[in-house]
């Protein structure tokens, strides 16, 4: 099945929405690696996605939707860009067409951008994994920014259901930028 304009459904099955929240609270010391909490990290069952794209390709066989060109997921106030996007669900577990698809995984990749609110990551790839609550952003330089507040590394690894991450570099050292101002005062 494919389809050349854009396409809009709601999954009744799990799906993720990122919301990323970079706390202000980390020291502006670079490090090899640093981990925090990523406290507006939610998941989302209950909210309409829309999903757009160029083109949709639905392999029901092997249990995967193919999204190509100009993707745009929305829920909520979070919006996701990128090139393309493979969700694959699980077998036995609904169809991404009936929109009731119990998803393992979407990969993502070619520029990708995640955004709420003032909040915001960009990659050149990743992958949300429903079955281990994990989300994996990865690329040359991955960043993630609030406002003045910009952390740069290679691969961003975070652990949904607690909502721990870890801003990894690349091959040198993690960057971190704060603007004093963006602090709250008592």
């Known amino acids: ?18 919301s990323l929240f970079v706390s202000t609270s980390l020291s502006p010391l670079a490090a090899q690696e640093k981990s925090s909490k990523m406290k507006g990290l939610q998941l989302s069952n209950d909210e309409p996605i829309q999903i757009e794209s160029d083109k949709l390709e639905i392999k029901d066989p092997e249990s995967k939707a193919i999204f190509t060109g100009n993707v745009k997921v929305v829920q909520g106030t979070t919006t996701l860009q990128a090139g393309n996007m493979v969700v694959y669900y699980k077998k036995g577990g609904g169809a991404i067409s009936s929109g009731n ?20 990551a960009s990659a050149d790839s990743g992958e949300f994994n429903m079955t ?55």
Not at 2 to 17: D, E, K, P, Q, Y
Not at 159 to 182: F, H, N, W
Request: hydrophobic share 40%.
């Open 132 to 186: 281990a609550q994990t989300l994996v952003l990865k690329g040359k330089q991955v960043v993630l920014s609030e406002g003045r507040n910009v952390f740069t590394g290679c691969q961003l690894n975070v652990q949904m259901d607690t909502g721990e991450a870890q801003l990894e570099a690349c091959g040198g050292r993690v960057q971190i930028q704060l603007d004093p101002k963006s602090q709250k005062t008592n």
């Open 1 to 18: 099945m494919s389809a050349n304009s854009a396409f809009s459904f709601r999954l009744a099955g799990t799906f993720i929405l990122l």
């Open 101 to 120: 698809a119990d998803i393992d995984r979407i990969e993502v990749d070619k520029k990708v951008l995640l955004q709420s609110g003032t909040q915001q």
